[in-house]
């Protein structure tokens, strides 16, 4: 067992996966729903077909269910579940010969009451719109990385790992692709910084 997760307070998403592991079906059915819409979301970034995400999905949580008793702790169980989802999805995406990474990447904020209540206002959808536009100029990379990022939250040795490249490489993607950002529009960063707060 990990000593450094055991020496620090479980949070519930690892007491969930904890119990999980050790065969409780409810823990899983809760993991399940609780990271279903981060799942689809996340694989919207690489196509456009839902058949494909949730057949991607749904293999994803049986492997993760046959093969319980042999996963290990971890310190954050959204992190561990989009990593092996992307390796999952990429591999479904070979089956059905589909073309990875869309461009829709304008979607990336409409899915809490905070959010809809800001978009509701007239001048906040003209910004979104900016800020959509602006994203959208972002090489495929820069896009994900941003998106892990600010919206799903991680950390950038979490992306490094998760993208499988180095840290630094990561903090170089993030600070290019807001310095675009910021050369196209300045308020785009005062955009992100109420975002994640």
Not at 3 to 13: R, V
Not at 180 to 192: A, Q
Request: with cysteine; proline share 2%; charged share 25%.
């Amino acid at each position: 067992m990990n000593h450094n997760i055991k020496s620090k307070q479980l949070s519930q998403e690892q007491i969930l996966w904890n119990l999980f592991r050790e065969g409780d079906e409810v823990a899983f059915t809760q993991l399940s729903k609780q990271f279903y819409k981060t799942l689809v979301h996340y694989g919207g970034k690489f196509t456009s077909n839902s058949q494909i995400i949730e057949d991607a999905i749904q293999d994803l949580l049986i492997k993760l269910w046959l093969r319980r008793a042999s996963l290990t702790e971890v310190e954050s169980v959204k992190f561990y579940l989009l990593r092996a989802f992307r390796n999952q999805l990429f591999k479904t995406l070979q089956t059905f010969k589909a073309v990875p990474l869309e461009d829709d990447f304008d979607d990336i904020h409409f899915e809490d009451s905070s959010e809809t209540s800001f978009i509701e206002e007239e001048s906040s959808k003209t910004m979104l719109h900016k800020v959509s536009y602006s994203l959208q100029q972002l090489p495929e990379r820069q896009r994900e990385i941003l998106y892990l990022r600010f919206y799903q939250d991680l950390r950038v040795e979490e992306i490094a790992q998760l993208l499988q490249i180095k840290p630094q490489s990561v903090s170089n993607t993030i600070q290019r692709a807001l310095a675009t950002l910021r050369e196209n529009w300045e308020i785009i960063l005062m955009f992100f910084c109420w975002f994640v707060c």
